[in-house]
């Protein structure tokens, strides 16, 4: 099994379910639950490799406050190694107020120790004792943003391989660094959302080929509508979603990412690779928040098995 050193953000989530609208000034509605949760998308992606089996380790920033400590002590109960996770007491630790209805989300969040986590704070012994770096959220790790072509460099000499989820832009200005940054990327998972805005493209197809590199493997995850992706002779693969009874959706993305990581670094074919990315988003929104139900991966193989 490969070593996958996750470095990203902490944060918590405090879960709004089945809310009956998204709040709008001065007006209130109503939620069905609420609970505070692990958060943030590395945090999940992270639980969610663990949880498929995967050795991993995360780097990353906390205050030295309550919602650090239940970071932390996530992170650990999921069986991930926190030895390169580093505590401030300067930093507040962040928190996402998740809304979510039965077709969508919004997010609100407080940055706090988010953005802290600097490319030199991952020192070569975390690099030395992984095979594979991944990174989410590259807009919000806004101290990690600027050297993070530098670390994938360095991870790269170290002879890992590299994934990077962008995440949302809260600025939604989305930069022109995609073309230099991807170079040193093996794989990159952004959303429908993010990749039209990154690549300048309204089609899929054509943001695919425009960002085409050669190297880097480009997923775009489409929600209800699965995946896409270039197969190797340039042709759009498409892989369906599962239909499950969502109870809530948030990080099913970073749930997908573990999926297809795990798959993808076991050496399994991209179309299925595509299929365990879906399975996992889909299993995951089974349970309130981003890790509460995460697949294991008997259940993944029973959904894949039971899938026509």
Known sequence: MKRILVAGELNVDLVFRDCQSFPVPGCEVLAEDARLVPGSSSMICAMGLARLGNPVAFAGKAGADPWGDFCVSALQEAGIDVAAVQRDAALRTGITASFSTRSDRALVTFAGAIGALRADD????????????????????????????????????????TSLDPGFDPEQRWGDAWPSLLSGVDLFLPNDVEFAAISGRASVLDGLRALDNGHTRIVVKRGRQGCVALDDDGRLLESPAFALDAVDSTGAGDSFDAGFLHAWLRGMPLAEAMRWGNACGALSTRGVGGTARQADAGEVRALLEAAP
């Open 122 to 161: 991952i020192g070569d012994e975390s690099l030395a004792g992984a095979d594979h770096l991944h990174v989410s959220s590259y807009y919000l790790q806004r101290a990690l943003r600027p050297d993070l072509e530098s670390l994938f460099a360095r991870a790269r000499a170290h002879g890992l391989g």
